[in-house]
Nanobody, 121 residues
Framework: QVHLVESGGGLVQAGGSLRLACTASGRTFGNYWMGWFRQAPGKEREFVVT????????DYSDSVKGRFTISRDNAKNTVYLQMNSLKVEDTAVYYCAAGRVVGDPRAVDYWGQGTQVTVSA
């Protein structure tokens, strides 16, 4: 059984930084990407960023490009999301996700439980 477990959310002032982590277990992810989606109150869940386990290719949404950085530690089966220059509009529940590299690049096979990120003005 696959598990994605997030950690690192919290409350921060605008302009501050947070780092999220997501540890995966239950299968090998060589042909998968892992990444983050987020959902703000009253809005649909949206794509944030992904990274491929093999090769490390990344894909960022325009709204976070230049401020967020995704990385991975293959030995620990963990991906990290370093979030800098946070804005109030980054407030959301952040979900770790994993999907297959082949096929729809936004199709998610596995979700984490979510972690709250709140950015205050």
């Amino acid at each position: 059984q696959v598990h994605l477990v997030e950690s690192g959310g919290g409350l921060v002032q605008a302009g501050g930084s947070l780092r999220l982590a997501c540890t995966a277990s239950g299968r090998t992810f060589g042909n998968y990407w892992m990444g983050w989606f987020r959902q703000a109150p009253g809005k649909e869940r949206e794509f944030v960023v992904t990274i491929r386990w093999s090769g490390g290719r990344t894909d960022y949404s325009d709204s976070v490009k230049g401020r967020f950085t995704i990385s991975r530690d293959n030995a620990k089966n963990t991906v990290y999301l370093q979030m800098n220059s946070l804005k109030v509009e980054d407030t959301a529940v952040y979900y770790c996700a994993a999907g297959r590299v082949v096929g729809d690049p936004r199709a998610v096979d596995y979700w984490g439980q979510g972690t709250q990120v709140t950015v205050s003005a």
